[in-house]
């Protein structure tokens, strides 16, 4: 598909040198071109988060597909233009220019992590063309400016639901951290934690640290075994998540560990074995939600994608698509600055993830569900709402 | 206490794996005087051969795991012989520059090559080995992956200081070592000894890297880049072509990692191996047990 974005105006152009009588027929091309609504996507398709990438990328895939079977909006229908960025912030600078300056696309989709989002942005910001993160949970994303949104909660909201998650399901008064540095999802998830948790008269009593990429851990859970905690929560994404829980384990830690929504993803479970079982994160929805939206989107997307069961960064990659499509109808233009109003305007939007209400710092507020780990399958515990 | 043994422990067979690594740097590099970058990559190819290898034997089977090992070892060796005949050879004869960015292209190609075929994901690594963990009365835990990292890096240590020392080959590859001019006259065929070299250090990356990934269950084919570059420092801190020097090397880094870890000042364990490089070679030039050379002019 990707190499067809490239090939098609080349080869237009060949055309038109080679057939100079055929002048018409780049005119209809670029006619056609006006015919769709283009929407940039810059997905983590591989390298390290490219679990959630991916999931994130067929969810919007999945709800663009659908819009187009509707007839699209405004007459038109959608072509999602997708480029990977290997998971790296270099190539997500490069993507983003691309996708604007190239492609011209009308609004960008992007990204899971937050620390990615926050390089798009001020791109996004700068050329005024609007943004919606699906998933990246760090305030700073959307504090960046107001052509920058976001479907997800925010991690102010995460971090203290799971230290009242702590406090009261796990009972736990002495919790040891160890927080990703080199994540600013985790670094701020970590604090927004903390604070919550101490007012609440619970006490950290180690606090360690690490850089995504890491693969041993033994140090620092050897440094927090000796706090001897009764929880560990370790807000990081899922591949760190899976070996920290294995070498816990392996030192002969029994206590509980717990983490945010970086946890979700089949990776967890594959690399983390019988070690992440009792261990617990907080997510966006569960597949198990028995309302008839979640079930509807569950078997549409489990027909296209081989019977593969959507995880929360593929609802939420699939209500960011909707979301979009919403505010470019009721804007009716696809023009930047218009788009950005309706966007900021949206109320009570219902998709996947509950109903999406876009707040004046353009974040939205919505429910959590917990989940935890059971006979080697993700296990639905609670949904708490804010 | 126990936290300082336990950490000793960990940081052991963290440096016993930089050892195994640090082994084939330093042995390229005693022979051919130049640094294969291209050696932390052949890490990762280890990993991976291990790991498919691994599809078809039954898992936690000590026999199978040692035969998976040997395999591993054997595809690297030949690998790291194909890379030296078809890329460095051509070069012998040429400035060491050009043969130094030789090898940093052919890192890039196996780092790109394996991120295409094997794909870019994280994947999960079987246990090859069985599993059991030893706790002492204070709760200490040694895993049997940690201790099969140990008595496998001595076992290779020992046989490769054997081979080195006690045969006609180690015997020719120190003489090219020495001279590769005067080796040639006096009737060691250096093409040959060098592409056992190649072969024997390639093969010691290989069993780095499945004893790497048993202990930390999660292979990627860029995961050869950092203990790669802490290797090299490791080789470098031992005195570079001295093979005692790059497995003590590889241990004190190790130990000294673990404990900056385990401490508050877990941030900067990198950038502290890394400065440990730098002041090594501020203050003996040729590492902790090499031998300053005097160069000809």
């Not at chain 1, 370790?234 to 030192?251: D, F, W």
């Not at chain 2, 295409?116 to 030893?134: C, D, E, I, Q, R």
């Not at chain 2, 490791?234 to 001295?242: D, E, F, K, R, S």
């Given at each position: 598909?990707?190499?067809?974005?490239?090939?098609?105006?080349?080869?237009?152009?060949?055309?038109?040198?080679?057939l100079?009588g055929c002048?018409?027929?780049?005119?209809?091309?670029a006619?056609?071109?006006?015919?769709?609504?283009?929407?940039?996507?810059?997905?983590?398709?591989?390298?390290?988060?490219a679990?959630?990438?991916?999931?994130?990328?067929?969810?919007?895939?999945?709800?663009?597909e659908?819009?187009?079977?509707?007839?699209g909006v405004?007459?038109?229908?959608?072509?999602?233009?997708?480029?990977d960025?290997?998971?790296?912030?270099?190539?997500?600078?490069?993507?983003?220019?691309?996708?604007?300056?190239?492609?011209?696309?009308?609004?960008?989709?992007?990204?899971?992590?937050?620390?990615?989002?926050?390089?798009?942005?001020p791109i996004?910001?700068?050329?005024?063309i609007?943004?919606?993160?699906?998933?990246?949970t760090?305030?700073?994303?959307?504090?960046?400016?107001?052509?920058?949104?976001?479907?997800?909660?925010?991690?102010?909201?995460?971090?203290?639901?799971?230290?009242?998650?702590a406090?009261?399901?796990?009972?736990a008064?002495?919790?040891?951290?160890l927080?990703?540095?080199?994540?600013?999802?985790?670094?701020g998830?970590?604090?927004?934690?903390?604070?919550?948790?101490?007012?609440?008269?619970?006490?950290?009593?180690?606090?360690?640290?690490?850089?995504?990429?890491?693969?041993?851990?033994?140090a620092?859970?050897?440094?927090?075994?000796?706090?001897?905690?009764?929880?560990?929560?370790v807000?990081?994404?899922?591949?760190e998540?899976?070996?920290?829980?294995?070498?816990?384990?392996?030192l002969?830690?029994?206590?509980?560990?717990?983490?945010?929504?970086?946890?979700?993803?089949?990776?967890?479970?594959?690399i983390?074995?019988?070690?992440?079982?009792?261990?617990?994160?907080?997510?966006?929805?569960?597949?198990?939600?028995?309302s008839?939206?979640?079930?509807?989107?569950?078997?549409?997307?489990?027909?296209?994608?081989?019977?593969?069961?959507?995880?929360a960064?593929?609802?939420?990659?699939?209500?960011?698509?909707?979301?979009?499509?919403?505010?470019?109808?009721?804007?009716?233009?696809?023009?930047?600055?218009?788009v950005?109003?309706?966007?900021?305007?949206t109320?009570?939007?219902?998709?996947?993830?509950?109903?999406?209400?876009?707040?004046?710092?353009?974040?939205?507020?919505?429910?959590?569900?917990?989940?935890?780990?059971?006979?080697?399958?993700?296990?639905?515990?609670e949904?708490?709402?804010? | 206490?126990?936290?300082?043994l336990q950490?000793?422990?960990?940081g052991?067979?963290?440096?016993?794996?930089?050892?195994?690594?640090?082994?084939?740097?330093?042995?390229?590099y005693?022979v051919?005087?130049?640094?294969?970058?291209?050696?932390?990559?052949?890490?990762?190819?280890?990993?991976?051969a291990?790991?498919y290898?691994?599809?078809?034997?039954?898992?936690?089977n000590?026999?199978?795991g040692?035969?998976?090992?040997?395999g591993?070892?054997?595809?690297?060796?030949?690998?790291g012989?194909?890379?030296?005949?078809?890329?460095?050879?051509?070069?012998r004869?040429?400035?060491?520059?050009?043969?130094?960015?030789?090898?940093?292209?052919?890192?890039?190609?196996?780092?790109?090559?394996g991120?295409?075929?094997?794909?870019?994901?994280?994947?999960?690594?079987?246990?090859?080995?069985p599993?059991?963990?030893f706790?002492?009365?204070?709760?200490?835990?040694?895993?049997?992956n940690?201790?099969?990292?140990?008595?496998?890096?001595?076992?290779?240590?020992?046989?490769?200081?054997?081979?080195?020392?006690?045969?006609?080959?180690?015997?020719?590859?120190?003489?090219?070592?020495?001279?590769?001019?005067?080796?040639?006259?006096v009737?060691?065929?250096?093409?040959?000894?060098?592409?056992?070299?190649?072969?024997?250090?390639?093969?010691l990356?290989?069993?780095?890297?499945?004893?790497?990934?048993?202990?930390?269950?999660?292979?990627?084919?860029?995961?050869g880049?950092?203990?790669?570059?802490?290797?090299?420092?490791?080789?470098?801190?031992?005195?570079?072509?001295?093979?005692?020097?790059?497995?003590?090397?590889?241990l004190?880094?190790?130990?000294i990692?673990?404990?900056?870890?385990?401490?508050?000042?877990?941030?900067y364990?990198?950038?502290?191996a890394?400065?440990?490089?730098?002041?090594?070679l501020?203050?003996?030039?040729?590492?902790?047990?090499g031998?300053?050379?005097?160069?000809?002019?």
């Amino acid at each position: 598909m990707k190499k067809w974005c490239f090939l098609l105006p080349l080869s237009v152009l060949a055309l038109g040198l080679v057939l100079p009588g055929c002048g018409q027929k780049s005119a209809e091309t670029a006619a056609a071109d006006d015919a769709v609504i283009k929407v940039g996507e810059y997905a983590s398709l591989t390298g390290k988060e490219a679990a959630f990438g991916q999931s994130s990328h067929k969810g919007t895939e999945l709800a663009i597909e659908e819009l187009n079977t509707q007839g699209g909006v405004l007459g038109k229908k959608f072509k999602l233009i997708s480029e990977d960025n290997q998971s790296k912030s270099d190539e997500t600078a490069n993507i983003s220019h691309k996708l604007i300056s190239r492609d011209k696309v009308v609004a960008l989709l992007g990204e899971v992590a937050s620390g990615r989002s926050l390089i798009a942005a001020p791109i996004c910001q700068e050329n005024h063309i609007p943004m919606i993160s699906p998933s990246s949970t760090n305030p700073k994303v959307t504090e960046v400016g107001d052509y920058i949104f976001r479907v997800c909660f925010t991690d102010p909201f995460q971090g203290k639901l799971l230290a009242n998650f702590a406090k009261k399901s796990l009972k736990a008064t002495k919790v040891a951290l160890l927080t990703d540095v080199a994540a600013p999802y985790s670094v701020g998830l970590a604090s927004f934690f903390k604070e919550p948790f101490l007012a609440n008269g619970g006490t950290i009593v180690a606090e360690q640290k690490f850089s995504s990429g890491d693969k041993d851990f033994k140090a620092q859970l050897t440094a927090i075994k000796a706090g001897n905690p009764d929880a560990i929560f370790v807000p990081g994404y899922y591949t760190e998540a899976a070996l920290i829980s294995q070498q816990a384990r392996q030192l002969g830690i029994t206590v509980p560990l717990f983490g945010g929504d970086g946890w979700e993803a089949p990776e967890l479970i594959e690399i983390g074995g019988k070690a992440v079982e009792g261990t617990y994160y907080s997510t966006h929805y569960s597949a198990e939600d028995s309302s008839p939206v979640v079930q509807e989107f569950v078997k549409k997307y489990r027909a296209k994608f081989k019977g593969e069961t959507p995880d929360a960064m593929a609802a939420l990659g699939y209500d960011s698509a909707l979301v979009l499509a919403d505010a470019i109808k009721r804007a009716g233009t696809t023009d930047g600055p218009k788009v950005r109003d309706a966007l900021a305007a949206t109320k009570d939007f219902v998709g996947i993830t509950g109903k999406t209400t876009l707040d004046a710092a353009r974040n939205a507020t919505k429910g959590a569900v917990i989940m935890t780990i059971k006979d080697g399958k993700f296990k639905y515990v609670e949904t708490i709402n804010p | 206490m126990t936290e300082f043994l336990q950490q000793l422990i960990n940081g052991l067979s963290l440096g016993a794996i930089y050892a195994l690594i640090a082994l084939g740097y330093t042995m390229v590099y005693g022979v051919l005087r130049f640094i294969n970058f291209a050696h932390s990559d052949i890490f990762m190819v280890g990993a991976f051969a291990g790991y498919y290898l691994g599809h078809y034997l039954p898992a936690e089977n000590l026999g199978c795991g040692l035969l998976i090992l040997a395999g591993a070892m054997l595809i690297c060796a030949l690998l790291g012989m194909t890379i030296e005949r078809l890329a460095y050879r051509p070069l012998r004869n040429r400035s060491k520059l050009n043969v130094l960015i030789t090898a940093i292209g052919v890192s890039l190609l196996l780092e790109n090559a394996g991120q295409f075929f094997f794909g870019a994901k994280s994947k999960a690594y079987p246990s090859l080995f069985p599993v059991h963990n030893f706790t002492s009365a204070g709760g200490i835990v040694l895993s049997s992956n940690q201790l099969a990292v140990f008595i496998v890096a001595i076992l290779l240590l020992v046989g490769l200081q054997f081979i080195v020392l006690r045969t006609r080959i180690g015997t020719a590859m120190r003489a090219v070592s020495f001279n590769h001019i005067a080796s040639s006259l006096v009737g060691i065929n250096n093409d040959v000894v060098i592409s056992f070299t190649f072969g024997l250090g390639s093969a010691l990356a290989a069993a780095g890297g499945i004893l790497y990934s048993v202990n930390y269950q999660a292979i990627d084919p860029l995961m050869g880049v950092l203990p790669g570059l802490k290797a090299f420092v490791a080789a470098v801190l031992g005195g570079i072509g001295n093979i005692p020097g790059a497995a003590l090397g590889g241990l004190l880094l190790g130990v000294i990692e673990t404990f900056v870890n385990g401490s508050r000042y877990s941030t900067y364990t990198d950038a502290i191996a890394f400065a440990l490089l730098i002041l090594i070679l501020l203050f003996r030039p040729a590492g902790l047990l090499g031998k300053l050379q005097v160069e000809k002019v």
